[in-house]
């Protein structure tokens, strides 16, 4: 393997890694978040009450 | 969108995240392919003139980007009239893709310079100040796990960033203030005049344009990441109190609400009314 190919190799690949682990780390914090959330918020979503900053 | 919206599980993702991911992708694919396969030969570098089309735009992100707009980001929440939760998330949300960054530029240098200089490493103006930004960036990473009150927490990190920014100028200057092994800049030089030219130019600039997509992509999933980690942090704080509460073991009444002003997304603590000695 040339120092080109390792290059792009290291580059990409870490590149991608560290992209796939972002969205597991929000896959699994929107799954926690919506398991700890109380019965009254999915109620204040469908009315749209919870939309205020 | 306010930041309970946007932690919201069910809240939906902005449209544009996808689509920056989308460009991000195909613009990434575009510059590998002109890279590796179209561009020609570098009359002096031969084929190691490719890792060129990847090292600069890896630093660019970086240097200038992440760590510049951690740098803004810091500013403004230590600003008075600016301060705001956000632009902590924002600053730690750069910070580690730009350490990322920061890690490959060194790792993309160093493959390119064993080759060109003969060596993996040497203690260069401007390699050793590129290390020491990564070292002092790591440090914020590490102060934000330094369990404290969000606030408390948001100026230690603002403050940290601002002194670790310090070293960005030095890196930028280093190749003009001391006599270095590393080359100066090709396209923004002192005469503003690029000495790169033809299709080597344009996969340069492709190169530059596809990394600034995958860091602003980047950047907005760390973002939501950081939200969601401060509302689950601040639910599981919540949880704890009222069971230690319900034992009696605490003088902390449980909270009632999620006004302004309290803890990170809706924690509230009273202060402990203690009754007697």
């Known amino acids: 393997m040339s120092y080109v190919d390792a290059g792009y190799a290291t580059g990409l690949s870490v590149l991608f890694l560290y992209a796939v682990g972002l969205v597991i780390r929000r896959r699994s914090l929107e799954r926690a978040v919506e398991l700890s959330s109380p019965p009254s918020d999915s109620a204040e979503r469908e009315t749209g ?3 205020g900053p | 969108m306010s930041d309970r919206a946007l932690a919201h599980p069910s809240a939906p993702r902005p449209p544009w995240l996808r689509i920056l991911g989308a460009a991000a992708l195909v613009s990434i694919a575009a510059t590998v392919w002109l890279g590796l396969w179209v561009t020609p030969p570098d009359r002096v570098q031969g084929n190691l003139v490719r890792l060129v089309y990847l090292h600069p735009p890896i630093a660019w992100v970086a ?14 929440y230590l600003w008075r009239r600016t301060r705001s939760l956000f632009w902590d998330r924002l600053a730690a949300a750069s ?5 990322v960054f920061n890690a490959l530029t060194l790792a993309t240098g160093m493959l390119w310079g064993r080759p060109t200089w003969g060596v993996w490493w040497t203690w260069d103006a401007r390699l050793t100040s590129t290390a020491l930004l990564l070292v002092l960036f790591l440090g914020y990473l590490a102060l934000r796990r330094v369990p404290a009150d969000p606030e408390v927490r948001a100026r230690r990190c603002a403050v940290a960033a601002l002194v670790a920014f310090v070293d960005v100028p030095i890196v930028h200057f280093s190749v003009i203030w001391w006599q270095t092994l590393h080359q100066g800049a090709t396209v923004l030089n002192s005469n503003l005049s690029p000495t790169i030219h033809g299709s080597m130019a344009w996969t340069l600039l492709l190169g530059f344009v596809a990394l600034t997509l995958v860091f602003v992509w980047m950047v907005g999933v760390r973002y939501r990441i950081e939200v969601l980690a401060d509302r689950t942090g601040a639910e599981r704080l919540e949880v704890s109190l009222a069971e230690r509460w319900a034992e009696g073991d605490l003088d902390i009444a449980p909270s009632a609400g999620n006004g302004p002003g309290n803890g990170a997304d809706g924690t509230s603590l009273r202060p402990p009314s203690r009754v007697g000695p």
């Open chain 1, 49 to 51: 009450a919870a939309s």
């Open chain 2, 63 to 76: 240097l200038y980007l992440a760590f510049g707009l951690a740098a803004l980001s810091s500013l403004l």
């Open chain 2, 95 to 99: 910070v580690e893709v730009g350490v």
